[in-house]
């Protein structure tokens, strides 16, 4: 994705913030884009709350002074911006990539609407091309590996399971290990969204069902907007 076309999504996505909204504030690199624009607009009086989704948003949006709360202060939000690594048409899709899959997934779902800013080539028919990132508790790394690959081989989902980081393991901001399972297609992702929380070590995964209201999506021939 072109840094233009973030730009472009991000841009787009403005026009969903009102002055006054309690916002949450995604993490990557469209969300960065989104968070420098957002930035400007309250420099020029828009007036905004928002709770970032990682460390690294908290560390732009205060480096340029986007005023912060948090899901402790201000629990029930308006509308959280984020990107994607996958959507399909039903809006579901795939986030992590950056790591931060878990606070998205609650910022959104504290969010009375939520809209995804990415470019076309993250529009798919069926999700995952892109490796599905799994959080999990280190405690037990071994044990929750096998049972997530038990459950594959159950749903028929065949593809690498790896662990983020390798020999040295990537940590989330929650403290946690991504295992990241290449599954190429995956054709319910309802039935492995509920399997995969039922594995006691799975803190939460990437798949996000029922929870982006509206995308922008940047392509060439300009800014194209769905809504569920
Ligand atoms: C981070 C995410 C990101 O939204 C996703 O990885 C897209 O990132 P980018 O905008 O850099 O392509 O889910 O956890």
């Known amino acids: 994705m072109s840094k233009e076309l973030k730009i472009e999504a991000a841009k787009a996505a403005l026009g969903f913030v009102k002055d006054g909204m309690k916002l949450g504030i995604g993490t990557g690199s469209t969300a960065d884009e989104f968070i420098r624009l957002l930035a400007v607009e309250v420099k020029n009086g828009l007036s905004i709350i928002g709770v970032p989704t990682s460390e690294r948003s908290h560390a732009l949006c205060a480096e340029l002074e986007v005023p912060l709360t948090t899901l402790e202060e201000t629990p029930e939000l308006d509308l959280t911006i984020d990107g994607a690594d996958e959507l399909d048409g039903d809006m579901r899709l795939i986030k992590g990539g950056g790591g931060a899959l878990l606070r998205e997934k609650i910022v959104a779902a504290a969010s009375g609407q939520m809209v995804v800013i990415v470019d076309e080539s993250k529009v798919v028919e069926t999700l995952g091309t892109f490796p599905l990132p799994i959080e999990v508790n280190p405690f037990g790394l071994g044990a929750t590996r096998i049972a997530i690959s038990k459950l594959a081989d159950k749903l028929g989902l065949v593809g690498e399971i790896a662990l983020r980081g390798g020999d040295k393991p990537f940590v989330t901001d929650g403290g946690h290990f991504i295992l990241d399972a290449s599954f190429s297609r995956i054709p319910d992702a ?39």
């Not at 070590?201 to 995308?215: D, E, P, T, Y």
């Open 190 to 228: 309802e039935g492995l969204s509920d399997e995969l929380l039922n594995i006691p070590g799975v803190v939460q995964h990437g798949l996000f069902i029922g929870l982006a209201s509206a995308a922008v999506i940047a392509g060439p021939e300009g800014i194209r907007i769905i809504k569920r």
